[in-house]
């Protein structure tokens, strides 16, 4: 076998394990808020949702660690603990499985059947009953689903694009701001909206744990120094994050084109007096462009793709969960963490989109700060005292933005006026939710210094 095809295979391989429901209904919810403002926002949601997996999947080949916890023990143990549960949990039972259910049943449960209590019910024992049993009895069906999914899934897409172009649903629409807060704020400044929106894929958070997966198959096809498998990693890599950022584009672009399905109330685009995701936005454009058997078509793909997304997810975080707590066994992890994914499918898609927020405020920023010290560390040995320093003050900031995205979501709690001003007028970016890139730099600025100062 030629190194061309190893790239191609493991990209794909790759490619399959990021491809989940965050990565068609982002760029479709983004496309039909940001209109012809689709180049910035699509550009802004291409770092965070191409780029970042891309260097995070780098940097772990790089670190030659062999989990996640390995990654971020420079800074503790303790901390790579916390910090390992709280990724394992969010790419797990509290959002990335419980959206997958809402995903595949927003696009072809809800348009056909309603949203009645009785049919989420049904459909929830349908589709978690089957991932728990997958998870807990792996077997040749998952295998050929994945195998052939993937395919499936990128040709019915292909389809729409196609036909996207030649029949578009109306003209690329106007701009509009989804909601006040800075992450959907489409019209005013869609390039960070779009930077944020990014983080809802969760690939950036999932890459450090997918990475272990690539460094394995590519000792599997005979890579035996770190300098091979970085290589074929990063070759590899690319391969994935092609073939994402081409959906992401064209997928946004149908989003884009489809304002004139969906009626526009209140500053929000609606469907059946409610207000839209990107489920909407795909399943409606599947039936202007394929009529009835296209959206059944585009609901069984999508179906089987959040299913094989979720067996895999289940299956993670209860063997991880097994390593640290033994005494459960997998099975039993599995069966909770199925509970727990379930209970919160219930909130529906949109309220999972919104919850997910603080979180990624909080993960982003650390996991973005790790895979850049990770990939520069011989510019400064691989010091411990970098990365804490460097870690400590980007959390900084970090907790702000979530505790203030919490605060306004819920009303609870207030910030006091002084931290709020200080953060959002004061801190570089702070007032876009951005301010830990002035701190995480500050932080490294002031070790690299300390370093320095001590190695002379």
């Not at 991932?131 to 077997?139: T, V």
Request: glycine letters at 8%.
């Amino acid at each position: 076998m030629t190194q061309k095809n190893v790239y191609v295979i493991i990209g794909f391989m790759l490619f399959a394990l990021f491809f989940g429901a965050g990565n068609l209904i982002y760029p479709a919810f983004l496309g039909i808020y940001s209109g012809s403002h689709l180049f910035w926002a699509i550009l802004g949601f291409c770092l965070t949702g191409v780029t970042l997996p891309l260097l995070g999947v780098v940097a772990v080949a790089y670190s030659g660690a062999t989990d996640v916890e390995m990654v971020n023990r420079p800074i503790s143990k303790w901390y790579a603990l916390l910090f390992s549960v709280a990724l394992y949990l969010s790419i797990g039972p509290f959002f990335a499985i419980p959206r997958t259910g809402a995903t595949s049943y927003s696009i072809g449960i809800e348009p056909i059947f309603g949203n009645s209590p009785a049919v989420k019910v049904i459909y929830a024992i349908i589709f978690f009953g089957l991932s728990y049993l997958l998870a807990i009895k792996p077997n040749k069906i998952a295998d050929a689903i994945g195998r052939f999914l993937t395919p499936a899934l990128l040709l019915v897409i292909t389809i729409l694009v196609i036909a996207s172009f030649i029949h578009p649903a109306g003209h690329i629409g106007q701009p509009h701001n989804a909601a006040s807060d800075i992450s959907n704020a489409f019209k005013d400044y869609p390039f960070v909206a779009g930077l944020i929106q990014g983080y809802g894929t969760m690939d950036a958070l999932a890459s450090l744990a997918f990475a272990i997966l690539v460094i394995n198959a590519a000792k599997e096809f005979g890579a035996t120094s770190k300098a091979q498998i970085a290589t074929i990693t990063l070759k590899s890599g690319l391969v994935a994050i092609t073939l994402l950022a081409l959906i992401y584009i064209f997928v946004g672009r149908i989003g884009a084109t489809s304002q004139s399905l969906f009626d526009f109330s209140k500053g929000n685009f609606t469907f059946q007096n409610s207000a839209i995701d990107g489920g909407h936005v795909l399943s409606q454009a599947a039936f202007f462009y394929l009529g009835n058997i296209g959206r059944a078509v585009l609901a069984l793909a999508i179906f089987l793709a959040c299913l094989t997304t979720a067996t895999g997810l289940i299956t993670a975080c209860a063997e991880y969960f097994h390593k640290l707590f033994p005494r459960l066994s997998h099975v039993t992890w599995a069966g909770i963490f199925t509970l727990i994914a379930t209970t919160f499918y219930f909130g529906g898609l949109s309220e999972l989109i919104k919850w997910s927020l603080p979180v990624l405020y909080l993960l982003y920023p650390l996991t973005v700060v790790i895979i850049a010290l990770v990939l520069g560390q011989k510019y400064f040995n691989g010091n411990p005292k970098v990365f804490q320093i460097t870690i400590g003050l980007t959390a900084i900031a970090a907790c702000y933005d979530a505790l203030s995205t919490l605060s306004k979501m819920t009303g609870l709690f207030r910030l006091p006026t002084a931290v709020v001003s200080f953060f959002t007028e004061i801190v570089p970016l702070g007032q876009f939710n951005l301010g830990w890139i002035s701190f995480a730099l500050l932080g490294f600025l002031l070790s690299f210094i300390i370093h320095k100062v001590k190695k002379g």
